[in-house]
């Protein structure tokens, strides 16, 4: 039987639980741990995936000492997490899109090469014909099978299926850009 890796997640928002739930069906992992500044979240995040809580992510890679956590805290909040990861030698997957300035981007992708760790982005509509002009699988690229066939999410939530205008604000989506 192969290793089993440890997990925790830094941002435990809307798309944390989905994360949660693709770890859940992965044998050779468990999920340690999840971290947010909000108890109550939190505490119900943890109740509902047998892991720990945390509000502190940093006090979470310190005590759990995971194999790797993914981020998916705002689009804004990637970089700080994943030099925290990065220094104590975890591997980080991080939601998209990595960072909002591509000087944020090349800090991220400094510290996983200083450090010895990966660093990979989850990119789900790489996977949607619309994107098919944009994307071209590398053999380091990683398919996965999303969307599903049929057009909901798990959890019944429509998926777009042409490009949506993004509406961001600078401060964590660099403005919808």
């Known amino acids: 039987m192969s290793k089993v890796r440890k997990v925790a997640i830094i941002g435990i928002g809307a798309i944390a ?14 999920l340690v741990a999840g971290s947010c500044r909000n108890q109550e979240k939190g505490q119900k995040f943890a109740q509902q995936f047998n892991c720990q809580w945390y509000a502190d992510y940093e006090k979470m890679l ?8 993914t981020i998916c805290t705002p689009s804004g ?3 700080e997490p994943m030099l925290a990861a990065a220094k104590r030698g975890i591997h980080v997957l991080c939601e998209k899109p990595l960072e909002i300035t591509t000087d944020r981007v090349d800090q991220m992708i400094a510290a996983a090469k200083q450090y010895g760790i990966l660093l990979g982005g989850f990119f789900q509509a790489d996977t949607n014909p619309s994107s098919a ?10 398919w996965a099978p999303w969307p599903p066939s049929t057009p909901t999410s798990p959890g019944g939530a429509k998926i777009p299926t042409t490009p949506q205008p993004l509406e ?8 919808g850009a």
């Open 77 to 79: 909040a990637h970089l």
């Open 168 to 175: 961001g604000k600078l401060k964590y989506d660099g403005g």
């Open 17 to 30: 639980g989905m994360h949660a739930r693709a770890l859940g069906d992965i044998p050779s992992v468990k």
């Open 62 to 69: 310190d005590e759990q000492k995971p194999d790797m956590v």
């Open 133 to 142: 002009p944009f994307t071209t699988p590398s053999p380091r690229t990683a």
